[in-house]
């Protein structure tokens, strides 16, 4: 079990921008997921993702590690941002936009 918190704090640290989905960005496995996915997209960057259906341990831990207990999560420069609605609502209102430009801005510099 700790290497799994390990594991899960390697990806978030080492990825300015982490999406832990179900499925993948070409085929989300559940509708979260895929409004997550079109919502990042839309903005224009590259990001990571963990398919948490083929990683049972991360599906299972990372709920307890950020204190959130639903997939999709989205996690930018190490921290949580949320999960499917908070990441539509900012989507919106170009809140996501500016977060995920000022995410790969500051890792080029």
């Given at each position: 079990?700790?290497?799994?918190?390990?594991?899960i704090?390697?990806?978030?640290?080492?990825?300015?921008?982490?999406?832990?989905?179900?499925?993948?960005?070409?085929?989300?496995?559940?509708?979260?997921?895929?409004?997550?996915?079109?919502?990042?997209?839309?903005?224009?960057?590259?990001?990571?993702?963990?398919?948490?259906?083929?990683?049972?341990?991360?599906?299972?831990?990372?709920?307890?590690?950020?204190?959130?207990?639903?997939?999709?999560?989205?996690?930018?420069?190490?921290?949580?941002v949320?999960?499917?609605?908070?990441i539509?609502?900012?989507?919106?209102?170009?809140?996501?936009?500016?977060?995920?430009?000022?995410?790969?801005?500051?890792?080029?510099?």
């Amino acid at each position: 079990m700790s290497n799994t918190i390990e594991t899960i704090k390697e990806q978030i640290s080492s990825n300015d921008i982490l999406l832990y989905m179900k499925g993948n960005p070409r085929a989300p496995q559940c509708g979260f997921s895929s409004q997550a996915v079109q919502a990042l997209m839309a903005c224009g960057e590259r990001f990571a993702f963990v398919n948490i259906l083929e990683n049972p341990d991360i599906r299972a831990e990372l709920p307890k590690y950020a204190n959130w207990p639903t997939f999709p999560q989205l996690w930018v420069k190490g921290e949580l941002v949320g999960g499917c609605d908070i990441i539509v609502e900012m989507a919106g209102n170009g809140e996501l936009q500016a977060l995920i430009k000022e995410a790969v801005g500051s890792s080029e510099e």
